[in-house]
């Protein structure tokens, strides 16, 4: 067996036994399960966090404890790579290779082959930083991972509870460190400092935007979110709400950016709070997603979601890319799922190449690549905008010919400061939101404007086998089984404005069907019967009748 510690990692291995029954499987979130049943994984991808260290010689690594908008008894663990991003996907089969194997000798085993075929030279230094959300179940998941870096001889660095997306800036900050591509400071004054001293400079000269309600989802965005009040001062009040991060069983209870995207009304606890015109926005329980409302003259609610910040944010920085006199050197392009609502995607191909990927964070970010400036949302608040390296380099060479031009410029280079740029980030989407409104004046009426939503409906079918349902052109059609599609696309003609389209789950077993259509009872009826198709054809599960899926 090659130089691995094998009597260390054999004593601490015993004490995180396997649960025999349970099989994981890492994913787009990595490892996500109930938090009890998790000891074992996470001491591993303690290891696994190690050895990934070592292969990129010595770079740091970062491990994050949370289950994002799951349930306060859920928990998960998620690698991310040197530059901020998540971990490299042909990775995601071997964390789930170590993390099944049923002893310790069967995971020295799976470790050894692992260090050959990584061919991983165990010699080099191991770094990783770690931090975790607010869950009951953080602390003793904290002790097991641990555990994992001690097996391996790992210098490890705590950065505490705090939210996944200033993890995800820490890692790049400390491997970027004193280089032309520096991040910022690495640590959490670094983060809040960067962003508002960014946003500061961006509204500079313009109305101050009046107070936001923030529903922090009683999780740890509401420390973050407190915190970052302190740095912007009175350039931004925040009115912070669903801040309880330590009584039992209210994170992402009745709140948060998730409730608000699929119930598509208030939480509760806000209903008594928001004023008719008055903005606010929801963040999920590690502060990544973002979901902004409002209330009419009416008082009806209306949700502006990942679709709409795509909108206004691409729209923007567009506007800035001409203003500066940029457009023949810098390229901006959107990047969506087949989730986008089909009026968003109209609007922004009118101003800008817009492409279509799969489902999942990996697939958006890496499209989002080849582009100068990308900016890429999912519809439930997930995402970023990316400035490649160039680009931030034409920026800085760059000598604009007029004041305005000047202005523009300056706005961009401040942009590439205020958006985390590693992975969707709440609290910095928040801060970009606010400065495009100020810089339009718009309220949250103006921006809903922009164009209105196709009514549209998201069901989901549970089958025995969501294995049998296979896609292509980024999940929009299917392949498998045979003859579905087409008896879909029929049923899409009979109504105006229809699309529909079925994917199978990446996390359950369930197929889930989304529908459009001009009017919401035609939605609903298309979702309904795309779903009973699925159910008949497919072999839904008999304990589920099709009933399930009436609106």
Not at 334 to 340: D, I, K, L, N, R
């Amino acid at each position: 067996m090659s130089n691995l510690p094998i009597e260390n990692i054999r004593s601490f291995s015993d004490a995180h036994p396997k649960p025999s029954a349970l099989h994981f499987q890492y994913g787009t979130a990595g490892f996500r399960t109930l938090g009890s049943t998790l000891d074992s994984v996470i001491f591993r991808v303690g290891i696994l966090a190690g050895l990934r260290s070592k292969r990129l010689d010595g770079r740091t690594i970062g491990v994050m404890v949370t289950a994002s908008h799951n349930p306060e008894e859920d928990n998960g663990v998620k690698l991310v790579d040197p530059r901020g991003e998540m971990l490299e996907a042909s990775w995601e089969a071997h964390a789930t290779v170590v993390a099944n194997a049923p002893t310790t000798d069967a995971l020295l085993e799976a470790l050894d082959a692992l260090v050959k075929t990584a061919k991983i030279d165990l010699s080099k230094p191991a770094r990783v930083v770690y931090a975790r959300d607010t869950r009951p179940s953080g602390p003793a998941l904290i002790s097991a991972l641990e555990d994992g870096f001690k097996a391996l001889g790992v210098e490890a660095r705590d950065g505490g509870v705090t939210t996944t997306p200033i993890l995800h800036y820490l890692v790049k900050a400390i491997n970027t460190k004193g280089t032309k591509e520096s991040y910022g400071e690495d640590s959490e004054d670094g983060y809040y400092t960067k962003l508002s001293g960014a946003f500061k400079k961006l509204i500079a000269g313009k109305t101050k935007p009046d107070p936001l309600i923030i529903d922090c989802a009683n999780g740890v965005g509401a420390s973050a979110a407190a915190k970052l009040a302190t740095y912007l001062g009175d350039s931004l009040p925040l009115i912070l709400e669903n801040t309880d991060i330590t009584t039992p069983g209210v994170l992402n209870h009745a709140c948060g950016a998730d409730y608000v995207k699929t119930q598509q009304k208030l939480p509760p606890s806000l209903i008594d709070r928001l004023q008719p015109g008055q903005r606010a926005c929801s963040l999920d329980g590690d502060a990544d997603r973002l979901m902004y409302y409002y209330l009419d003259e009416r008082g009806q609610f209306h949700m502006l979601d990942g679709d709409k910040i795509a909108a206004l944010v691409a729209a923007f920085i567009v506007e800035l890319v001409k203003l500066a006199g940029l457009e023949s050197d810098v390229k901006v392009g959107v990047v969506q799922t087949a989730y986008a609502n089909g009026a968003s995607t109209k609007y922004l191909a009118e101003r800008l190449p817009v492409k279509c990927v799969p489902t999942g964070v990996k697939h958006l970010h890496h499209a989002a690549e080849h582009y100068d400036i990308g900016v890429y949302f999912e519809a439930n608040g997930h995402g970023t905008v990316l400035f490649s390296q160039q680009t931030q380099e034409t920026f800085a060479k760059y000598e604009p010919s007029t004041p305005a031009q000047s202005t523009a410029l300056n706005h961009l280079i401040n942009l590439t400061q205020l958006i985390n740029q590693t992975v969707g980030d709440a609290l910095s989407d928040m801060l970009l939101v606010e400065v495009v409104l100020t810089h339009k004046s718009y309220a949250g009426a103006e921006w809903n404007s922009l164009y209105a939503d196709l009514p549209n409906r998201l069901v989901k079918v549970v089958v025995s086998d969501r294995n049998t349902f296979k896609t292509e052109d980024a999940e929009r059609r299917l392949v498998s089984p045979p003859g579905l599609q087409a008896k879909i696309n029929e049923l899409v003609l009979r109504y105006e404005g229809g699309r529909s389209f079925v994917r199978p789950s990446g996390t359950e077993d369930v197929v889930r069907v989304y529908a459009e259509a001009a009017l919401k009872s035609q939605a609903d009826e298309l979702a309904f019967r795309v779903a009973g198709l699925v159910y008949d054809e497919a072999g839904g599960d008999p304990s589920k009748r099709p009933s399930e899926f009436l609106p």
